[in-house]
């Protein structure tokens, strides 16, 4: 007897849940937009029979033509089912099964001559000499800056002297 009654109450609950889901399901905002009809295209006869024909051929493709693929194009399985993800002319057939890129050799190093390195060295230690040059002109012209508004300071206050007498 009692377990009837928790029958009845499962019941119960399940078939309000599906009737509350139901509700929510429908009650939701919905956008309906459609396509563009198109007399020409959209009314021809065999356009009728894709309609039926589209469901079933892509369900056919994922139910199961990918699982077929996901199973032969494992790195292992590759040399048996013959796939090879990057297309003809780009596997190493030394190794049928080894689809990794071989290594790049890294290029030679760049070679330079006696000549040049001491070009390059007479350039350096002629920058590094022009840059001392224009840091001593540098604090020079910094040096006549402040001498500058010495003197600026000091006739400022000259002039207020002369405006109090």
């Known amino acids: 007897m009692r377990l009837g009654k928790h029958a009845v109450t499962i019941g119960t609950v ?11 399901l429908l009650a939701g905002p919905v956008r309906a937009d459609d396509d ?11 356009r009728l ?27 292992g399985l590759r040399p048996i089912f013959g796939t090879d993800p990057y297309g003809p002319g780009f ?3 030394d190794q ?13 190093q760049p070679t330079i001559s006696a000549s040049d390195l001491d070009a390059l060295r007479r350039a ?14 540098a604090d020079e012209a910094k040096l006549a800056a402040e001498e500058a508004t010495r003197a600026a300071d000091k006739s400022g206050r000259a002039f207020e002297k002369s405006l109090m007498k």
């Open 14 to 24: 399940g078939a309000i849940g599906a009737v509350v889901l139901t509700v929510l």
């Open 36 to 46: 563009d009809y198109n007399d020409y295209d959209d009314s021809h006869p065999l």
């Open 49 to 75: 029979v894709a309609y039926a024909v589209n469901p079933v051929g892509y369900t056919l493709e994922w139910l199961v033509l990918r699982p077929i693929h996901a199973l032969t194009s494992q790195p």
């Open 91 to 93: 596997r190493t057939f």
């Open 96 to 108: 049928p099964g080894d689809m990794t890129a071989a290594q790049p050799t890294p290029p030679p």
């Open 124 to 137: 350096a230690a002629e920058a590094q000499a022009a840059a001392d040059e224009a840091k001593r002109a």
